[in-house]
């Protein structure tokens, strides 16, 4: 079954940039998609299909993905983009959804 | 604006079936979207359960297929989630979501906690 791995946790401080990376054999042939979950919120699509933002996600968080890597980049963090980050594709080979182990963000 | 909201027992009995409900609102479940459940146990990631269409195409996590059915009401313009043999290892934050283009999870609802326990 496909697989994504991502670091457990990032640490930055405020007004830096974040990178939090998504790895899977050749995830650059898929479309990658990113969630924030905040504690006792919904989560929120901050990132879809490897680099769109949808309405209402500032412009500091972007995306990428070629070959094994997919990144979710967030620019000029503030104290309110501290969440876990999760990247999610879709496995055409098994008809699945298959999510990361999340990334926990901490802004220092 | 979309929303969807979870609702069904917070308390399910070991061996027992949880059955949670996903209200869709601003939506029609008969449109072109799949509609998903998503769990969160404690301490632990995002784990995909299933997703369904209105035309009863469905896909589960191999994981789970042996006790999951999803299903929609187009009367009520909601989707449900029945998980049987529910054992402490399914209790968890429930979340339903709309499935949209390339399989990308964009309205989810708040989460309903579902603890197993006797």
């Known amino acids: 079954s496909y697989v994504l791995t991502q670091p457990p946790s990032v640490s930055v401080a405020p007004g830096q940039t974040a990178t939090i990376t998504c790895g899977g054999e050749n995830i650059g042939a898929k479309s990658v998609h990113w969630y924030q979950l905040k504690p006792g919120q919904a989560p929120v699509l901050v990132v879809h299909e490897d680099s769109n933002r949808p309405s209402g996600i500032p412009e500091r968080f972007s995306g990428s993905n070629s070959g094994n890597t997919a990144t979710l980049t967030i620019s000029r963090v503030e104290a309110g983009d501290e969440a876990d980050y999760y990247c999610q594709v879709w496995d055409s080979g098994s008809y699945r959804v298959v999510f990361g182990g999340g990334t926990k963000l901490t802004v220092l | 604006q979309v929303q969807l909201q979870e609702s069904g027992p917070g308390l399910v009995k070991p061996s027992g079936t949880l059955s949670l409900t996903c209200g869709v609102s601003?939506?029609?479940?008969?449109?072109?979207?799949?509609w998903s459940w998503v769990r969160q146990a404690p301490g632990k990631g995002l784990e995909w359960i299933g997703e369904?269409?209105?035309?009863?195409?469905?896909n589960y996590n191999p994981s789970l297929k042996s006790r999951v059915t999803i299903s929609v009401d187009e009367s009520k313009n909601q989707f449900s989630l029945n998980l049987t043999s529910v054992t402490a290892a399914d209790t968890a934050v429930y979340y339903c979501?709309?499935?949209?283009?390339?399989?990308?999870?964009?309205?989810w609802g708040q989460g309903t906690t579902v603890i197993v326990s006797s």
């Open positions: 979501a709309r499935t949209w283009s390339q399989n990308g999870l964009d309205v």
């Open positions: 601003g939506d029609s479940i008969s449109s072109s979207n799949w």
């Open positions: 369904m269409h209105h035309r009863g195409n469905s």
